[in-house]
């Protein structure tokens, strides 16, 4: 029995407490997630709101020559340069055969290939 009592002593550094982070600091980091997300869900909006108003010229520059539709839609979403021809390709694809949820899925795309 003597034997027995390190085993619970040796089985402690297994446990992650760690994964918390410190709890002073928590208060903090979740103010600092609600602003981020406010700014992503402020963005995500605009994307969208875009996409609505603007469907069938997105549509059309994603199908054949990318425009000034597109280039608005890369500047409000936030798209890295070297994305775009990603998202130009995602857009085509589902531009090809709309879905109903079109903008939906438009917006999926842009928002992530944004930065």
Do not use: K
Request: with cysteine; aromatic share 4%; charged share 15%.
């Amino acid at each position: 029995m003597r034997h027995l009592l390190p085993l619970p002593l040796l089985l402690l550094p297994a446990c992650d407490e760690g994964h918390l982070g410190n709890p002073l600091l928590l208060p903090v980091t979740g103010l600092a997630t609600a602003v981020e997300n406010s700014s992503y869900n402020s963005r995500r909006s605009r994307v969208s709101n875009f996409l609505a108003a603007n469907q069938p010229a997105v549509m059309a520059e994603a199908l054949s020559q990318p425009g000034p539709a597109l280039a608005t839609l890369y500047q409000t979403a936030g798209t890295h340069p070297a994305s775009q021809p990603a998202v130009r390709r995602d857009l085509a694809e589902i531009s090809a055969a709309p879905p109903p949820d079109w903008v939906e899925r438009a917006t999926v795309i842009a928002m992530v290939h944004s930065n």
